[in-house]
């Protein structure tokens, strides 16, 4: 990505950039939706946006090698209660029909478009299974389809997906290169909060596409899906701006705001962009130190 068209990516967000002279001084092609926002400066305490390395792209040196992910075991936690009003379970179509922990990427995008083990099964227009490179090395996690992308069938479509694309390409990262998958596979009727015992029935799910794709690096976007995957009521003002591991996989975590929360608290941008320069700088590096295991229950949000 060129450098004019990054910076703009970075205005896009509402991040106050700095701007090379010499990048300046182009040629500027500018739509009211990707305006750069000036006067600009760098964000206190950080070097300038434009100095964060992008990740790197075909035919640029590769990060270091990882690991093969370790087997993930779902949520040991006995299920919830059904809450009054909603469907009961249908144990014969759920996640352990097939075992989730045995198939393969195709195997389980097949089941999850037939399960019928929620309540969900019943106000779902499509299951939202995940898109992106089955070989990424960042997992971005998010908490459940909403209207847009329970028709579309794809995990951050509209607005907030249109955002998060340009948060991701700030820091060289086009979609197709990272995994996009929610807690929830179905969508909760008027976006509401998901049920523990949907996320109980749904959580097989996810945890075996992470074990399939063994990302280097995972990013939570927005509360709900951090406090589920991180298994923690702390809020996320607590969880963000650190470094986190996924649960017994010890896979570096990191926490930052849904881009659906972002659209409409733009003075939350800056905060985000310094999430994404942390995501962009372990994945380049692959080293780093995990600092918090994300149950921090005494923090101020
Ligand atoms: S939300 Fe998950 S567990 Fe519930 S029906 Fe959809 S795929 Fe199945």
Redesign the pocket.
């Known amino acids: 990505m060129d450098e004019r068209r990054r910076l703009d990516y970075l205005g896009a967000m509402g991040v106050d950039v700095w701007v090379p002279r010499h990048v300046a001084a182009g040629p500027v092609e500018r739509s009211d939706e990707t305006a750069l926002v000036e006067p600009a400066l760098p964000l206190p305490g950080q070097a300038a946006p434009s100095s964060v390395p992008p990740y790197p792209q075909p035919g640029h040196p590769t990060p270091p090698v990882r690991a093969a992910a370790p087997q993930i075991v779902p949520n040991p936690v006995a299920p919830e209660p059904v809450a009054s009003g909603s469907v009961e379970?249908d144990p014969s179509d759920?996640?352990s029909s097939p075992d989730p922990t045995k198939l393969d990427w195709d195997a389980l995008a097949t089941a999850?478009s037939g399960?019928?083990?929620?309540?969900?099964?019943e106000t779902?227009t499509n299951?939202v299974f995940g898109v992106g490179s089955r070989t990424a090395d960042l997992l971005i996690i998010g908490e459940?389809p909403g209207a847009d992308e329970d028709r579309a069938g794809e995990p951050f479509v509209g607005r907030a997906g249109q955002l998060l694309n340009r948060m991701l390409a700030a820091i060289g990262l086009a979609r197709e290169q990272v995994y996009i998958a929610n807690v929830?596979?179905?969508r909760p009727p008027g976006n509401r909060d998901?049920r523990p015992e949907?996320v109980k029935?749904?959580e097989a799910?996810l945890m075996r596409q992470i074990e399939l794709l063994g990302p280097r690096a995972i990013l939570c976007v927005g509360r709900v899906a951090a406090q589920h995957v991180l298994q923690t009521d702390a809020p996320l003002g607590s969880l963000r701006g650190r470094w986190l591991e996924f649960r017994a996989a010890s896979i570096p975590l990191r926490v930052t705001y849904h881009p659906a929360y972002l659209l409409r608290s733009p003075d939350q941008k800056a905060k985000a962009w310094e999430d994404l320069v942390e995501v962009a700088r372990r994945l380049r590096e692959g080293v780093g130190t995990v600092i918090g295991k994300g149950n921090d229950k005494d923090q101020a949000d």
């Open positions: 379970p759920g996640p999850v399960c019928r083990a929620c309540g969900l099964r779902r299951t459940a929830l596979k179905c998901p949907e029935q749904c799910y």
